[in-house]
Nanobody, 119 residues
Framework: QVQLVESGGGLVQAGGSLRLSCAASGRTFSIYAMAWFRQAPGKEREFVASRTWSSGSTYYADSVRGRFTISRDNANNTVYLQMDSLKPDDTAVYYC????????????WGQGTQVTVSS
């Protein structure tokens, strides 16, 4: 099992920045990739960014590419999401997720952290 705990959400004005953290614990050695998803009120959950654990390959949704950066602290098994140039449309609950092989799905999820961007 893998446990994920997010932190770093909050209220920020449009154009501002926030950094989210996701600390992974448990059987982290078998993680293949970690990702951030978000869910805005009344909308379905959507992919934001991901990073493979070993190769460091990153992927971003078109809506955040160039503004958000996903990174990893190997020593602390922590994944970060640096969010710059925030927009009101970025307001959502942000979730951290982990994927293990051979699954094609993200099977491990954190509890979520609220990000609110005011105009």
């Amino acid at each position: 099992q893998v446990q994920l705990v997010e932190s770093g959400g909050g209220l920020v004005q449009a154009g501002g920045s926030l950094r989210l953290s996701c600390a992974a614990s448990g059987r982290t050695f078998s993680i293949y990739a970690m990702a951030w998803f978000r869910q805005a009120p009344g909308k379905e959950r959507e992919f934001v960014a991901s990073r493979t654990w070993s190769s460091g390959s990153t992927y971003y949704a078109d809506s955040v590419r160039g503004r958000f950066t996903i990174s990893r602290d190997n020593a602390n098994n922590t994944v970060y999401l640096q969010m710059d140039s925030l927009k009101p449309d970025d307001t959502a609950v942000y979730y951290c997720a982990a994927r293990k092989l051979p699954s094609f799905r993200y099977d491990y999820w954190g509890q979520g952290t609220q990000v609110t961007v005011s105009s």
